[in-house]
């Protein structure tokens, strides 16, 4: 009944009657990983998607240098590595435990036989994936065309928005990791934040804690309205 629960607190599977959470149970396999532990390596045979469950995963690519590219990290009950599923292709990308994390795997054959006989699995996994898309597309959109200060205040409102406008965000991740995320590196972030924070934009709580203080002045730095000076 836990495990259940468990699934249907899950957005992909909101909304489905008892007896489909059931089948989901049934073939649904649960995953501790460390720390550290790779999950999946690009290239890797798609067998099947992941739902994290608690703790942090980032989900990369690699330059041919060896240069990392943080692609996404999704949060507790977001699916990864689902794209494969539907394409029968493999992981175009590689994922990693940033903390011991536990999540759910749903084996790709199995859920495949599933969504064939229940169309509302189809339709909840087609809204996730056209979310998925417009995240990504917004991300090479910041990527090609803004410089970082205007990523990373994007950034800060796409964290903000997540939390329903929250003017206090907290970091989930490293400032290297965050570097890394926006295309950038550490050194030029850390000069970008204390820039931020001296025209007012917003405060530095400690390591991770960033506080908004001015929204209407990150969203013009986001829109290519406004510069630092």
Known sequence: MELINQIAAIPLFEGLPPDQLKDLARIVVTKVIKRGQMIFSEGDEGTGFYVLISGRVKIFKLAPDGKEQILHIPVPGEPFGEVPVFAGERFPAYAEALEDSRSLF???????????????????????????????????????????PGRLAAHFLYLSERKE??????????????????????????????RMAKEGLIETVGQRQIRILNRAGLEALAEGGKRLS
Do not use: C, H
């Open 106 to 148: 749903f084996p790709r054959s199995a859920f495949v036989s599933l969504v064939k006989r229940n169309p509302a699995l189809t339709l909840n996994m087609m809204a996730v994936l056209a979310r998925r898309l417009r995240r990504f597309t917004t991300m090479i959109e910041n990527l090609s065309l803004k410089e970082v």
């Open 165 to 194: 406008g929250a003017g206090e965000l907290r970091l989930d991740i490293s400032k290297n990791q965050l570097a890394s995320l926006l295309g950038t590196i550490p050194e030029t972030l850390s000069r970008i934040l204390a």
